[in-house]
């Protein structure tokens, strides 16, 4: 367990064996260093982890990485080999998040310009609740495993893009929506062979009105 200040300054990669436990709300795991921190049986985190600007190491979570704290990403890539919970604040940044199992969010999700990645060779749920859900920016969706949105509110910026991958196939339920608005409107990548959405889709469409009134 940590329950103090964790920080990794340099270019060396830390290895947990264990579990990864970041237990206290106080706990804080600061990544500045160009060394990877690697999690072999998960990360629990209640307290803070977050990344610097500039070159910084990547965050490998073999198992489970459940948040119910802060992550804050920085240009570390964060790939998650089984399912990610967060019911916490989780705001990315410029690099990758890859998530292998199933995603569930309850919590604060926030995307800069990096892209999420959905991977998995078996099947994923994607779920969540009402409200502000999960806006991705840049969402990709690749691997054999069906994935499949059972719940919440999930939507693609009006500057996003989501792309699926080979053969992958996304069953969206109708809780997907392509936002819209003044500065422009989410697209849908050109579909490869093989690859499907199935279910409703809510496509926003923004018009502008004119001076008289009328559209």
């Known amino acids: 367990d940590n329950a103090c200040i964790l920080n990794p300054t340099g270019s060396g990669n830390i290895t947990f064996t264990g ?19 690697i999690a072999s ?9 977050s990344q610097g600007s500039g070159t910084i190491g990547s965050i490998t979570v073999t198992g489970n ?5 802060t992550i ?16 916490g604040t989780l705001t990315l940044g410029s690099a990758n998040l890859t998530v292998t199992g199933n995603y569930s969010n309850s919590g604060s999700y926030t995307q800069s310009t990096g892209t999420t990645l959905f991977n998995g060779s078996s099947a994923q749920n994607i779920q969540g609740v009402s409200g502000s859900g999960t806006k991705f920016n ?19 910026s ?15 339920n109708g809780f997907l929506t392509l936002n819209s608005d003044a500065s422009g409107s989410a697209i849908v990548a050109a579909l490869p062979a093989g690859a499907s959405i199935s279910g409703n889709v809510n496509v926003q ?11």
């Open 158 to 172: 009006s500057s996003g893009v989501l792309t699926m991958i080979g053969s992958s196939s996304l069953a969206s």
């Open 72 to 87: 804050t990403q920085g240009t570390g890539n964060i790939s998650v080999s089984a399912d990610l919970s967060n019911s």
């Open 19 to 37: 579990a990864l436990n970041n237990s206290a709300s106080s706990a804080i795991i600061a990544q500045t260093g160009t060394g990877a921190i």
């Open 41 to 49: 049986a998960g990360i629990s985190n209640a307290g803070t982890i």
């Open 65 to 69: 990485l459940t948040n119910t704290g």
């Open 205 to 215: 469409r923004f018009i502008k009105g004119s001076n008289s009134g009328t559209v």
């Open 138 to 156: 840049v969402v990709n969706f690749s691997g054999s495993g069906a994935k499949t949105m059972t719940s919440g509110n999930f939507s693609v």
